[in-house]
């Protein structure tokens, strides 16, 4: 199975501050990478496909990018509303797998 | 609008049986995946499987293969997933999503853009 790893597990932030935060494939997976947002109590939400591209109706805030075994999501401005876990998910072989996730705190 | 409702949650008892449902609306049912994912509480996500309802063609991770079912039926437009003899280890919430998809440059990529609420199956 493909092992993805996300960095850091949690960090704390402030609204307005910018956040990135990155995820590692234990062998290349070209771009084939989504992001997901999980508020507290709430399905996972996709936020980027293939690695960049963005999901309709998703602030222009969020940016992903990588290719290969490196990949990150950044958040240009925290809102109040972006205090949620992000997880990665490889597409690229199945099993597909998701990252641990990354906690983002007040 | 597109929606994919879930059934309620469960309690059950280690052994028994369940199928818990994934009621989808708003868009043709068979033309996109369904995926199932598992969160145990205060964990993270799990990817357990997809099935494509136009033909119930299934994936399992080998985290689950041999121990759930995916089905699908198209007259209800309705996905299932189900266990014939439940473990406390099943204990977490059930996400059904759709799978969207597009083609890149050498294959097609997929990624989840329609989620149900998640069903919870507490087994004790």
């Known amino acids: 199975d493909i092992q993805m790893t996300q960095s850091p597990f949690s960090l704390s932030a402030s609204v307005g501050d910018k956040v990135t935060i990155t995820c590692r494939a234990s062998?290349?997976?070209?771009?084939?990478l989504n992001w997901y947002q999980q508020r507290p109590g709430k399905a996972p939400r996709l936020l980027i496909c293939?690695?960049?591209s963005l999901e309709g109706g998703v602030p222009s805030r969020f940016s992903g990018s990588g290719s290969g075994t490196h990949f990150s999501l950044t958040i240009s401005s925290l809102q109040p509303e972006d205090f949620a876990t992000y997880y990665c998910e490889q597409n690229y072989r199945t099993p597909w797998t998701f990252g641990q996730g990354t906690k983002v705190e007040i | 609008e597109l929606r994919l409702v879930q059934s309620g949650a469960e309690v059950k008892k280690p052994g028994e049986s369940l199928r818990i449902s994934c009621k989808a609306s708003?868009?043709?049912?068979?033309?996109?995946?369904i995926g199932w994912v598992r969160q145990v509480p205060g964990k993270g996500l799990e990817w357990m499987g997809r099935i494509d309802p136009r033909d119930s063609y299934t994936n399992y991770s080998p985290s689950v293969q041999g121990h759930v079912t995916f089905s699908a039926d198209k007259s209800i437009t309705t996905a299932y997933l189900q266990w014939s003899s439940l473990k406390a280890s099943d204990t977490a919430i059930y996400y059904c999503?759709?799978?969207?998809?597009?083609?890149?440059?050498?294959?097609?990529?997929?990624?989840?853009?329609?989620w149900g609420k998640g069903t919870t199956v507490i087994v004790s």
């Open positions: 999503a759709r799978y969207r998809s597009h083609y890149g440059s050498e294959a097609y990529y997929y990624y989840m853009d329609v």
């Open positions: 293939a690695a960049s």
């Open positions: 708003g868009y043709t049912f068979t033309n996109y995946w």
């Open positions: 062998q290349s997976i070209d771009n084939y």
